[in-house]
T-cell receptor
Framework: KQEVTQIPAALSVPEGENLVLNCSFTDSAIYNLQWFRQDPGKGLTSLLLIQSSQREQTSGRLNASLDKSSGRSTLYIAASQPGDSATYLCAVRGAQKLVFGQGTRLTINP | SQTIHQWPATLVQPVGSPLSLECTVEGTSNPNLYWYRQAAGRGLQLLFYSIGIGQISSEVPQNLSASRPQDRQFILSSKKLLLSDSGFYLC?????????????????FGPGTRLTVL
């Protein structure tokens, strides 16, 4: 059974800092890994999707990496802004479904 | 462009009452559809998914059921709600016939329904 863990559960940093969010998974037989953003009381917004054959994906100030063999992914956020405050979820896709981590709640302080 | 709708946005129901949550998708055809629940302090849990009309797969045994009466409509129901059914319910869709390591099957989520059972 696939298990996804995100550490830390919460993170608070000053504006302008670069930061890394971590995601680990127990079963390396995945099709892809996604990073999502969730604002309080809202649905999820897909940020980046990395296929199992890829090592990283970039979108603007976001960069996600995938090391399938070690069961790890990181989301790097450059030059953080208060608008980046949200909960960030990673999810790995198996045969038919996504398995989600519990998320990292990120707060960027002005 | 594709959009996904959920209603109602919030719902407060007494224990033992019935439930019907609706999700509709626009701008695509034959999507894969999903119902998730996000309970306080817990991650997203997949409840049901559907790859076509009338085709429903249940992920966990529970007090809920799902139906897909039309291609782009997905309904979550219960005959009698329990306190433990409280949570944030999210509907999602992905491109139909997607699968395998080369698919770009990003899931797109609706705005969610906050259900409180008292």
């Amino acid at each position: 059974k696939q298990e996804v863990t995100q550490i830390p559960a919460a993170l608070s940093v000053p504006e302008g800092e670069n930061l890394v969010l971590n995601c680990s998974f127990t079963d390396s037989a995945i099709y892809n890994l996604q990073w999502f953003r969730q604002d309080p009381g809202k649905g999820l917004t897909s940020l980046l999707l990395i296929q199992s054959s890829q090592r990283e994906q970039t979108s603007g100030r976001l960069n996600a990496s995938l090391d399938k063999s070690s069961g790890r992914s990181t989301l790097y956020i450059a030059a953080s802004q208060p608008g980046d405050s949200a909960t960030y979820l990673c999810a790995v896709r198996g045969a038919q479904k996504l398995v989600f981590g519990q998320g990292t709640r990120l707060t960027i302080n002005p | 462009s594709q959009t996904i709708h959920q209603w109602p946005a919030t719902l407060v129901q007494p224990v033992g009452s019935p439930l019907s949550l609706e999700c509709t998708v626009e701008g695509t055809s034959n999507p894969n559809l999903y119902w998730y629940r996000q309970a306080a302090g817990r991650g997203l849990q997949l409840l049901f998914y559907s790859i076509g009309i009338g085709q429903i797969s249940s992920e966990v045994p529970q007090n809920l059921s799902a139906s897909r009466p039309q291609d782009r409509q997905f309904i979550l129901s219960s005959k009698k709600l329990l306190l433990s059914d409280s949570g944030f319910y999210l509907c999602a869709w992905s491109e139909g016939l997607a699968g395998g390591p080369t698919s770009t099957d990003t899931q797109y989520f609706g705005p969610g329904t906050r259900l409180t059972v008292l």
